[in-house]
C-alpha cells in the first residue's frame, strides 16, 4: 500500500488513510496504516529497532481522511492533550439520505457504547456510561440517486465518541448512505462497502514548535463525485 503522505517531520506523520484500512494495528493479516507507516520509517531511517508509531486518534475502518499520528512518546502525550481538550479541529463530510430539515444545526446527545455488539445508542441523559456528543453540519448540496434525495453534508466534530456522526446522524433521521450498522436501507445488503463518510479536515498545533497546523483533502470517490464542491471549502 503507497501511503499518501501530507506532511512528516521528526515528531509528527501526516497521512491519508484509505477507506478500508484500520486505523491501527489489527488482529488480522490485513494491512493496517501503523504497520504501513513502520515499513515506511524503517525504509527511511538508519536507525534500528521497532520505530515508535502513536495513534492519536482512529478513524473507522470503512472511512476514509486525514490523520495525524506521532513519531515518539513526547508527541503522542502533546497531540492526545489536544484530543482530551478539544482543541484538535476534526471536519468531515458526508452523504446523507434524504434532507435535514435546517442548513446548518448543533446536535448535541447523550450516547451509550454497547461494546458486546460493537456499536453506540443516542440514550437518555443520566444513563450510566452515556457521553455527551456535540456536532455542527452545514448542507452543502443534494442530488436524487435512484429515485431518492440524497445530501452532502460538512460536519465539524466537538467530540470524539465511538461511532459518532454515524449514530447522530441516524438518530436524526438522515443515515449515512451506505452505513450498513446503523442504516436500514442497507442493513441487508450482502455486499460490503464503505460509507459515505471522510474525514477531510484537520487542525493541530504542532507538539513541539506549537504551530497551527491545518490539512485539508477534498473526497474524490464514489457517491462524493455527485455533488458540486464550489461552497464546499
Not at 5 to 34: C, H, N, R, W, Y
Not at 41 to 46: C, D, K, V
Not at 78 to 102: F, N
Not at 122 to 145: H, M, N, Q
Request: with cysteine; proline share 4%; net charge positive.
Amino acid at each position: 500500500m503507497k501511503l499518501n503522505i501530507l506532511f512528516e517531520d521528526d515528531d509528527i506523520l501526516v497521512v491519508e488513510k484509505p477507506a478500508g484500512i484500520e486505523s491501527q494495528s489489527g488482529k488480522t493479516f490485513e494491512p493496517d496504516m501503523v504497520s504501513e507507516i513502520k515499513k515506511h520509517i524503517n525504509i527511511q531511517s538508519t536507525k534500528n529497532g521497532e520505530p515508535y508509531v502513536g495513534v492519536i486518534h482512529r478513524l473507522d475502518k470503512p472511512v476514509g481522511g486525514v490523520m495525524v499520528y506521532a513519531k515518539s512518546q513526547i508527541a503522542a502525550e502533546a497531540l492526545s492533550r489536544q484530543v482530551s481538550g478539544h482543541q484538535m479541529e476534526k471536519i468531515y463530510y458526508a452523504v446523507v439520505c434524504g434532507k435535514p430539515v435546517d442548513n446548518f444545526c448543533t446536535y448535541v446527545d447523550y450516547l451509550w457504547k454497547d461494546g458486546k455488539n460493537n456499536c453506540s445508542k443516542i440514550v437518555e441523559k443520566g444513563i450510566k456510561s452515556a457521553k455527551p456528543a456535540e456536532l455542527d453540519y452545514w448542507f452543502v448540496d443534494s442530488k436524487i440517486l435512484d429515485g431518492k434525495e440524497v445530501s452532502l453534508l460538512k460536519i465539524k466534530l466537538k467530540t470524539g465518541r465511538h461511532h459518532q456522526i454515524r449514530v447522530q446522524m441516524a438518530g436524526h433521521g438522515t443515515p449515512l448512505w451506505g452505513d450498513r450498522k446503523y442504516n436500514p436501507e442497507f442493513q441487508n445488503h450482502v455486499t460490503k462497502g464503505n460509507v459515505a463518510l471522510f474525514a477531510s479536515g484537520l487542525s493541530f498545533l504542532h507538539p513541539k514548535t506549537k504551530k497551527k497546523m491545518t490539512f485539508s483533502i477534498k473526497p474524490k470517490e464514489g457517491l462524493f463525485e455527485l455533488f458540486s464542491w464550489q461552497d464546499a471549502f
